[in-house]
């Protein structure tokens, strides 16, 4: 692993079961990376003296995304060489679009669709295959929800 690499900061592009292709702003260059285990939980400490050498997990918080990165995601990487990385932290947020995904005998997960984006532009056929206008409509009032131009 590089040491000189712990900062980096990237933007995912393409994702695909586990697999994120993130675009490094340093380099400009893309790698394969995985999620970090500590992105799928929260851990909760309790507040103290900053000095303490020993930090104990108050509580286990469980995420409630279906999957926490989404396309457009601004990512804290950890290059491990050879083309492939590790996402160790996901930036804020300044817009996305997401839907309630529910997991079967579960409760309903946010997924995150796409994010930090600042217009959405549809497009549709407009003959083969016939115009879904329902499915239009949708993505015209997720996009007015999330505060974005179309």
């Known amino acids: 692993m590089n040491t000189d690499d712990v900062d980096d900061i ?3 592009f393409r994702k695909t079961l586990g697999h994120y292709t993130v675009h490094t702003l340093s380099r400009g260059r893309e790698i ?16 103290a003296d900053p000095t303490s050498l020993r930090h ?3 509580e286990v918080r469980e995420i409630e995304h279906v999957d926490p990165v989404g396309i457009g995601d601004r990512v804290r ?3 491990a060489g050879d083309g492939r990385g590790m996402i160790t932290e996901i930036l804020a947020r300044h817009s996305k679009l997401s ?14 669709i796409v994010s930090n984006m600042d217009l ?15 499915l239009l409509d949708r993505y015209l009032v997720t996009a007015e929800a999330a505060g974005l131009r179309s």
């Open 77 to 79: 990487y950890v290059d």
């Open 10 to 12: 990237g933007v995912v």
């Open 120 to 134: 959405v532009i549809p497009v549709f056929s407009v003959a083969d295959p016939t115009p879904k206008w329902g």
């Open 32 to 47: 394969d990376c995985v999620l970090s285990s500590l992105i799928h939980k929260q851990l909760i400490f309790p507040t």
């Open 56 to 58: 104990v997990v108050q």
């Open 99 to 112: 839907r309630p995904a529910p997991v079967p005998g579960q409760r309903v997960f946010e997924q995150v």
